[in-house]
């Protein structure tokens, strides 16, 4: 009786004695991996940034100063180089 309990706990040893060496190895395998690669990322975010507008002066536009009295030609040369002068102003207000 004796001796099977002997060969019992002998078993029982082996085993948990492979336990523990299956267990370190792999604990081992662990730490021989190489370290990961690490690589630079770009990563874009939009920052609000502050709005600066820069006043366009308004023009003195050439109707402004016609009188009721004025004849119809001079008017129309006015009207004409208003068109002119607005043309002038939108595109400046276009770029700015």
Do not use: W
């Not at 770009?42 to 600066?52: G, Q």
């Not at 820069?54 to 119809?72: G, S």
Request: net charge positive; charged share 25%; hydrophobic share 50%.
């Amino acid at each position: 009786m004796r001796m099977i309990q002997k060969a019992v706990e002998n078993i029982t040893m082996q085993k948990a004695g492979r336990k523990a060496s299956l267990l370190c190895v792999l604990a081992l395998a662990g730490c021989a991996s190489p370290p990961p690669v690490l690589r630079p990322v770009t990563v874009e975010v939009p920052v609000s940034t502050p709005c600066v507008r820069v006043e366009v002066p308004k023009p003195d536009f050439a109707l402004a100063h016609m009188r009721p009295m004025d004849d119809i030609a001079a008017k129309m040369r006015a009207a004409l180089a208003e068109i002119e002068q607005r043309k002038a102003y939108e595109a400046e207000l276009a770029v700015r």
